[in-house]
């Protein structure tokens, strides 16, 4: 079992459309997460950060994390064709440098 | 959120040169760097962490010798290719890893990264 698994996609939905993507994972000691969303040919951009448990809000995006589950959701609403790109969650324990990253899920937004 | 910068954004160089690619957080300091490389439509991949003033942490599979890694400062890290083959041809990304001691805060800021192509 990977230490973060994310679905693939590809995701393909109509413009706006309520958007939600996952990820799971097995070390229960991950208290820092992160999602980043990365364009074709670009880096990623860091887009959602939470600490330990709760839901962020951020404009149309909603990050949430459920450590009981470890299980944690990107919510987009109202989906645009510029959000098509492939989104990546990350996890971090409190010590040690080590990240680590899902393979990332495919999103397209179709107008 | 931070910036990295990163360039050249794009190299193109023959095979046997060395290549040079630089990373800068420009409004933080990161004692921690990573940098990455990335093939299409596949995930990042790990390759060095680089601490300020110390000797850079390779993934297994990745050669030191050939990917050099400098961080001399807080706000630049360096990522030399030496010698390099067509099948160095690769997205090089870095990262700067920003940390704050007692503000629950630890996250990576990426560079634009860096494509490179060996002829």
């Known amino acids: 079992q990977k230490e973060v698994e994310q679905d693939p996609g590809p995701l393909s939905v109509p413009e706006g459309a309520i958007v939600s993507l996952n990820c799971t994972y097995s070390?229960?000691?991950?208290?820092?997460f992160m999602w980043y969303r990365q364009y074709s040919r670009k880096g990623p951009e860091l887009l959602m950060y939470?600490?330990?448990?709760g839901n962020k809000e951020d404009g149309r995006f909603t990050a949430q994390v459920d450590k009981s589950s470890k299980y944690i959701s990107l919510f987009i609403r109202d989906s645009q064709p510029s959000d098509s790109a492939t989104y990546l969650c990350?996890?971090?324990?409190?010590?040690?440098?080590?990240?680590?990253f899902g393979p990332g899920t495919r999103l397209s937004v179709l107008p | 959120g931070a910036v990295v910068s990163q360039h050249p954004s794009r190299v193109i160089c023959k095979s046997g040169t060395s290549v040079k690619i630089e990373c800068r957080s420009l409004d933080f300091q990161a004692t921690t760097m990573f940098w990455y490389r990335q093939f299409p439509k596949q995930s990042l991949m790990l390759m060095a962490t680089s601490n300020e003033g110390s000797k850079a942490t390779y993934e297994q599979g990745v050669e030191k010798d050939k990917f050099l890694i400098n961080h001399a400062s807080l706000t630049l890290s360096t990522l030399t290719v030496t010698s390099a083959h067509p099948e160095d041809s690769s997205f090089y990304i870095c990262?700067?890893?920003?940390?704050?001691?007692?503000?629950?805060?630890?996250?990576?800021?990426f560079g634009p990264g860096t494509r490179l192509t060996v002829l």
């Open positions: 990262s700067a890893r920003d940390f704050m001691t007692g503000h629950n805060t630890d996250t990576q800021y």
């Open positions: 990350a996890m971090k324990e409190n010590y040690g440098q080590n990240f680590v």
């Open positions: 939470t600490y330990s448990s």
């Open positions: 070390n229960s000691a991950f208290q820092y």
